[in-house]
């Protein structure tokens, strides 16, 4: 079965950096899409970045342009997104999800499968 699971949460201090891996399992990874999305209590789910299956293609919410990296290894099925410059607005619960096709795209409805997050913290 499907299986994300995401890692590489957790404190940093402003201005801090954290990188977060999501190693997918279950379906063939570099065939389809994948995304960043992140989630406050009471807010709606915000998408940050997502990269195609090939990774030629990727986009970010415009607060994180500049600051974070999302990229990707197929031969290891993982995803990774690199944050830098870290601010307490990015405190979150950060999701890694699996789209339906090959591009990434930014509709829940366009994703099957969804991992249980990683929660960061930006705080002094």
């Known amino acids: 079965q499907v299986q994300l699971v995401e890692s590489g949460g957790g404190l940093a201090q402003p201005g801090g950096s954290l990188r977060l891996s999501c190693a997918a399992s279950?379906?063939?990874?570099?065939?389809?899409?994948m995304a960043w999305a992140r989630q406050v209590p009471g807010k709606e789910l915000e998408w940050v970045s997502g990269i195609r299956s090939d990774g030629t293609d990727t986009y970010y919410t415009d607060s994180v342009k500049g600051r974070f990296t999302i990229s990707r290894d197929n031969a290891k099925n993982t995803v990774y997104l690199q944050m830098k410059s870290l601010k307490p607005e990015d405190t979150a619960l950060y999701l890694c999800?699996?789209?339906?096709?090959?591009?990434?795209?930014?509709?829940?409805?366009?994703?099957?499968?969804w991992g249980q997050g990683t929660q960061v913290t930006v705080s002094a």
């Open positions: 279950g379906f063939t990874f570099s065939n389809y899409g």
């Open positions: 999800a699996k789209s339906i096709f090959l591009r990434a795209t930014r509709e829940v409805y366009e994703y099957s499968h």
